[in-house]
């Protein structure tokens, strides 16, 4: 309990340290800026070995060689990529349309570090919180943290050096549950950058404040049967083998055609892979998952040797991987799930349908949104994945590992990579200062709102415009064709109205002798309550709630 409070007092401390210093650095210059973060990345650069052989001292995890490739892939090319963003001052204008864009800072970022990718992804959120103006404080993963603390005193004293305010880059020196989870809640945190498991990222998600988290990555690896197929499965092992399978874009099945199904387990076999008997698959899914079936954490990074002898079986010395024959997909087959090791499974299927459905079968155990790749000479098959695939990066004729952080494609580097609505973050991007700024408009007025027009006087019922047009309407009409005669009712022959009405003077019997054009129920109305007739003639027409009310009000009067 002290330890856990005393990491919740660090948390808040830092944090307030980081918005005094953010304060300062919001007011920076571009040139300003752009002299920390060169700064930055060539600490980056210079302490890459060294930083990556104390991360693997402290995890177990991955291989020197990797990470300190890792390493300077965020500090050199990540540093490269975001050089000439514009995240300063404004940063758009439209001349012809009169709007202009601002970007301003988000404050104070949350960035949670996993212990994979530990000294990298420091290098990494660093420099693109700081590239936004924003200051930045780290919660390392408690496995990690020393190596994790390291790469912050040094890029923080670096960005210092470069004239940066102090407390711009922090780190949690006590990283506990209830330490990170206070400084992802906390009143001064602007946003919160999670990276880690399904569980941690839930956590940020919830913390009440804007996060990008990203989830796992069962990626799924498909050779089609015109691939070439010896450089498909050195994409893959290369791939899958990258620091020992630990970043989250690595394969973790390879999906291939009948057709080329021999070629490509001879081409594993040839490039140093070990593929499984059913026994040694047994052994093999019993170490990979626990009995609660969850991912055995003592495989993690582990060299394919190291995890066959865990399992209890021999395999060479230098073997790359392991691959094990796999049906189905789901939490009863070990061999389906996301893994973070050399480890693969092997499905055969019939065509690139099967392979497709067999992909996205892969990827809703545990990969929705993240990333798949596809070994294909096949341009139209590309294009049908693309556009039915739920993967936010599918990386063609390419290692998957690196072609979805940008290593070996145009895709933007990155070290956190979004799964979109379908894998439950905020975004599908691979994450850059962009996503850590807000840009204002400014949008000048270039059109004047039109007054409304003027009430028109209703007129008389008895000179109505609508009535008069309606007539003339139906006269134009009716006198262009013509027309069947209306039968009148028999209420209005006079030989059948048993008391004729007085005989009217000359000038009102012209009058009324005159018929109307149209006729509605509102006009009956108004004829009974004044006791008077309406004329009618063959072209006039009549509604049928009029007719049937004139009818039995006898109400109508034939003209001649």
């Not at 752009?34 to 995890?61: C, F, H």
């Not at 995890?307 to 079986?313: D, H, K, N, S, T």
């Not at 893994?339 to 990969?367: M, Q």
């Not at 008077?532 to 709630?545: E, L, Q």
Request: hydrophobic share 40%; net charge neutral.
């Amino acid at each position: 309990m002290d330890k856990d409070l005393e990491s919740i007092q660090e948390a808040r401390r830092l944090l307030e340290s980081a918005s005094h210093a953010f304060k300062q650095f919001e007011e920076f210059t571009e040139d300003q800026v752009e002299r920390v973060l060169a700064e930055i990345s060539k600490a980056g650069i210079a302490n890459a070995e060294p930083l990556a052989r104390l991360a693997v001292e402290e995890t177990g995890y991955g291989t020197v060689e990797h990470k300190t490739m890792k390493n300077l892939f965020c500090a050199d090319d990540v540093y490269r990529a975001i050089r000439p963003m514009k995240t300063v001052g404004i940063v758009s204008e439209d001349k012809e349309k009169k709007v202009f864009e601002v970007a301003s800072p988000i404050g104070v970022v949350a960035a949670i570090i996993p212990s994979t990718n530990p000294t990298s992804t420091t290098i990494y959120k660093a420099l693109i919180a700081l590239k936004g103006r924003n200051a930045i404080v780290f919660s390392p993963h408690p496995s990690a943290a020393r190596c994790i603390i390291e790469t912050s005193r040094l890029i923080a004293d670096a960005a210092e050096r470069a004239g940066a305010p102090k407390g711009v880059i922090s780190c949690m020196q006590v990283p506990t549950l209830q330490g990170t989870e206070e400084l992802m809640k906390h009143s001064l945190t602007a946003l919160i950058l999670a990276t880690g498991g399904t569980g941690l990222v839930k956590a940020a998600y919830s913390a009440g404040k804007p996060a990008f988290g990203v989830g796992p990555g069962n990626v799924p690896s498909y050779i089609e049967k015109t691939a070439d197929v010896p450089k498909a499965v050195r994409d893959i092992l290369t791939g899958k083998c990258f620091d020992n399978g630990t970043l989250c874009s690595s394969e973790q099945a390879i999906i291939c055609d009948a057709a080329v199904k021999d070629a490509v387990l001879d081409e594993l076999r040839k490039q140093g892979a070990h593929v499984c008997s059913p026994a040694e698959k047994e052994l093999l899914e019993k170490t990979i998952q626990t009995p609660r079936r969850t991912l055995n954490t003592q495989i993690v990074g582990k060299s394919a040797v190291r995890i066959a002898e865990l399992a209890g079986f021999q395999v060479p010395a230098g073997t790359r991987a392991l691959v094990a024959h796999a049906d189905k997909v789901g939490p009863a087959y070990p061999i389906s799930m996301e893994k973070l090791s050399p480890t693969l499974g092997f499905y055969v299927v019939n065509d690139w349908r099967e392979g497709c459905a067999k992909s996205i079968e892969i990827l809703k155990f545990g990969g929705l949104g993240h990333t798949l790749s596809l070994h294909t000479r096949d341009d139209e098959i590309v294009r049908q994945f693309g556009l039915h695939k739920p993967a936010s990066r599918i990386c063609v004729n390419t290692p998957a590992a690196l072609g979805a952080v940008g290593y070996t494609t145009n895709l933007f580097p990155a070290m956190t990579l979004g799964c979109g609505a379908a894998g439950g973050n905020i975004t599908s991007d691979n994450i850059s200062p962009l996503h850590l700024i807000n840009l204002k408009r400014v949008a000048y007025g270039v059109r004047d709102v039109a007054a409304p027009p003027k009430p028109v006087a209703a007129a008389p019922a008895s000179s109505s415009p609508a009535r008069v047009t309606i007539e003339k309407v139906v006269e134009q009409w009716l006198g262009a064709r013509s027309a069947a005669p209306i039968a009148p009712p028999l209420a209005s022959f006079k030989e059948l109205d048993p008391t004729p009405p007085a005989p009217a003077s000359p000038k009102a019997q012209a009058k009324q002798d005159k018929p109307v054009g149209f006729v509605c129920e509102d006009d009956v109305r108004a004829a009974v309550l004044a006791n008077a007739k309406i004329v009618v003639g063959k072209k006039t027409i009549i509604t049928p709630s009029a007719r049937d009310l004139g009818d039995a009000r006898d109400v109508f009067v034939l003209s001649d």
